[in-house]
Each structure stands twice: as structure tokens, then as C-alpha cells.
């Protein structure tokens, strides 16, 4: 009988082990691409809210997240009617991550959010169907359509006129520059304002029948980042994980545009593109790299303020921009030690 009972407590003693195993090992964090770099504590998953679809314009984020998937941190694209849903996703935690200028929205009703990388700079043109319209004269008590209430188009919108001394008979809000390049081409509206990739589209589909109206030099931030304040402080090592790979993204995208084409080969992204719009992917992105729409540097401090010069001529944030903080509306912390 005893030499019976040994086996027996070492069988049970090794159920202990692998019970005390199997736990850990469910607590781990795995995703496909390997361990994860994430600290302690901090989130193996996160999610971004997107109020568009994806398309073009948003492969070199598409590239950054698959680089961040590659160091233990799942990503999961959640794409919402506008950035305004968005935006309130975030704020009610529904997501981590949002992508846009949320700057009324923080100064308005105080929410706990912060911009901490600039993804991208304005580089959208103003264009107008010419058997409507051939100046900012021709556009008072007209319709304008942009992307949504709180977005880059809106803000130029209004700049443009003020500075035309117009006002529009309306403002219409119709989400994704290729969805306002198609109602162009329908004939559905004749004035909006599109990023470059569509632009060059709409010239090339219908030359003659579209003009870019004059708009001056512009730099302010397009889209952006930004985060509940308690998921950055939370998560400082996924923050920064985030960050690294857009700023090196961004970096080999500026150095050889065609970089784009050979990640996103590799990763398989925008599978669904028409034909016609592939022959638009390396255009657009030169065009980016030569008119530096991707800073290398994530904005930062240079870029909240040309922003409160900006978005405040366009009526989106109150007060003298010289006397607003930057810590109101960013978090440097994890720009500032990436680009260190």
C-alpha cells in the first residue's frame, strides 16, 4: 500500500503544477504575432475608432498597425458613420483610440481626451463643378459639402469664407473624399472639398468639367490621434509601441513612397480596391512625401499651435491661440521619447 500512495501524490502534485501552468499561460497575453511587448498590466488589444472607411489615405496607418500586431499588440479597426461617433466612442470608452482634430470637442464640453500623434497635415483642394461654379464668389448661398462637423474640410471651408467675404445657403456633411468624388462625377453636388488622391481623379475622369479654386498656404493638422487620458496613463508602453512604428512607417514612406506598395503587398490590405484606384496608390503617396502631409515627428508642440492659429480663424476653438496651452488639448509624453 505505500509504495501505491506515492504515485499517487505525485500525480496530484503534478495536476497542481499544471493547473498553476495552465493559469498563467491564460493570463499571458498571445496574439499571432508573438510575445507581446506590452508592459505589465497594460493592454494586449487595442481599439481604434475610425469615422470612415479605409481606403488609400489611410494604408500607411493600415501598415504602422500591422507592424504594432507584430510586437504582441492586437489591433482591431472599428469603423463608425463619422468622426464625430467616433469621437463620442472614445470618450465613453467604447474605444481607445480615435483618429481626427477633436479640438471643439475637447475645449466645449472638457472631455478627457488628448491628441498625442499627427498622422497626417491638410492637403485638400477646394473644387468646384464649372457649369456651376468657377470662384469663391460663385459659392455664396450656395452648398458646400465636406467631410463631417469637426473635420480639416469643414475648418477650410469656413477660413475660405471668411476670407471671400461668402456665406454658403448650406453646409452638408457626406463622410470619405472618394463618396464626395463619386457625387461629384454623378452630378449630385457641385462643390466640396477632397484630398489630392480623389482631386486627381475627378481631373482625370472628366477633364474641363472640375477646377481647384485658390486657397493659399495652409498647415494644420488633417487627422490626428487621440485618447482618453486614463488609457494613456494606463498604457504608456502601448502608446509608444504605436508611435514608434508610425514614425518609422512614416520615416520609410517619406525616404521611397513605394514602400506602400511593397507592405501592403505583404500584408494583404485593401483587398477590395478597384482597379482604377490602384494606379492612384504610388501617385498619392509621392504626392504626400513631397508635401510633407506625414510628419516624421508626430506634430507635437509645433503642431497643437499652428493648429489653434488654424482651426481658430475657422471658428473651431475659442480665444487667442497665443493664449492657449498645448497641455489642454496634447499628451507629448510618448512624441517626445519616441522622436528623443
Do not use: C
Request: glycine share 8%.
Amino acid at each position: 500500500m505505500k509504495t501505491n500512495l506515492r504515485p499517487k501524490r505525485n500525480v496530484t502534485r503534478l495536476v497542481s503544477v499544471l493547473a498553476l501552468l495552465g493559469l498563467i499561460l491564460a493570463a499571458m497575453p498571445v496574439v499571432a504575432g508573438g510575445e507581446t511587448e506590452a508592459a505589465a498590466g497594460e493592454v494586449s488589444k487595442i481599439n481604434l475608432a475610425l469615422g470612415d472607411i479605409e481606403t488609400v489615405e489611410t494604408l500607411h496607418l493600415l501598415i504602422a498597425l500591422e507592424k504594432v500586431k507584430e510586437r504582441g499588440i492586437d489591433v482591431e479597426m472599428i469603423s463608425f458613420k463619422s468622426e464625430d461617433v467616433a469621437a463620442q466612442a472614445v470618450v465613453n470608452k467604447q474605444a481607445d483610440i480615435g483618429i481626427g482634430t477633436p479640438y471643439a470637442l475637447i475645449q466645449n464640453v472638457n472631455a478627457p481626451i488628448r491628441i498625442f500623434f499627427q498622422l497626417s497635415t491638410l492637403l485638400f483642394f477646394p473644387v468646384v463643378n464649372t457649369e456651376y461654379h468657377k470662384s469663391w464668389k460663385d459659392l455664396d448661398g450656395e452648398e458646400m459639402v465636406v467631410h463631417s462637423r469637426t473635420s480639416g474640410t469643414l475648418a477650410i471651408a469656413n477660413l475660405m469664407a471668411m476670407k471671400n467675404g461668402i456665406e454658403y445657403g448650406k453646409i452638408s456633411y457626406v463622410p470619405g473624399s472618394e463618396v464626395r468624388a463619386t457625387s461629384m462625377l454623378q452630378g449630385n453636388i457641385t462643390a466640396t472639398i477632397i484630398d489630392s488622391f480623389n482631386k486627381e481623379f475627378l481631373m482625370k475622369e472628366a477633364p474641363g468639367k472640375f477646377m481647384v479654386l485658390p486657397m493659399g498656404d495652409i498647415t494644420a493638422s488633417d487627422e490626428a490621434l487621440y485618447a482618453n487620458m486614463e488609457f494613456m496613463e494606463a498604457n504608456p508602453t502601448v502608446v509608444r509601441i504605436l508611435v514608434e512604428e508610425l514614425v518609422n512607417t512614416i520615416k520609410a514612406i517619406n525616404d521611397d513612397p513605394s514602400y506602400v506598395l511593397e507592405q501592403r503587398k505583404k500584408y494583404g490590405l485593401l483587398p477590395d480596391l478597384p482597379s482604377e484606384l490602384e494606379e492612384e496608390v504610388l501617385p498619392f503617396y509621392q504626392l504626400a512625401a513631397e508635401g510633407d502631409m506625414f510628419p516624421e515627428d508626430g506634430g507635437g508642440a509645433r503642431a497643437a499651435k499652428q493648429d489653434f492659429e488654424f482651426y481658430g480663424v475657422a471658428g473651431q476653438i475659442q480665444g487667442d491661440p497665443a493664449s492657449l496651452k498645448v497641455e489642454d488639448f496634447w499628451y507629448l509624453e510618448a512624441i517626445n521619447d519616441v522622436v528623443k
